[in-house]
Every structure is written in C-alpha cells, then in structure tokens.
C-alpha cells in the first residue's frame, strides 16, 4: 500500500498531522510532509498498514492525500 501526498496542493491547514502524526507533519513551509517519504512529483511512502492515513486522506480539505491499496 501507499499513501501519497501532492504537496502543492496542500494548503496547511495540519489536520493530517493531527490525525495521523505517525505519518505526517508540518514542514517549516507550513505545507504537510509525509514522514520518511520518497520525493517525486508527489510524496509516497509505502507501508503494510495505512492506520490513520485514510482518516487524514478523508478529512483534507484540499484532498491531496492518496491512499493506493
């Protein structure tokens, strides 16, 4: 599985990393990071358990988090 980030859509508002700090946080620039993340034209990290990343895809407003099963 992957969780994926499109972090020039991400406007900041850190519900992602309230809901989920195993995964993600804020960057100095205010934008989200997914912690441990390979960088490409989204940020992806693969893993065996996705846990709270579903919560934080869902309650994004500007919905740049993906999550490939």
Do not use: N, W
Not at 34 to 41: E, P
Not at 49 to 54: N, P
């Amino acid at each position: 599985m992957k969780i994926k980030l499109e972090r020039e859509k991400c406007i900041g508002c850190g519900s992602c990393s309230a809901l989920c700090p195993k995964y993600f946080e804020l960057q100095e620039d205010g934008k989200s990071h997914i912690k441990d993340a390979v960088k490409q034209d989204f940020e992806e990290f693969e893993t065996d358990k996705i846990e709270c990343a579903e919560s934080a895809a869902q309650a994004c407003p500007a919905q740049c988090i993906y999550i490939e099963k």
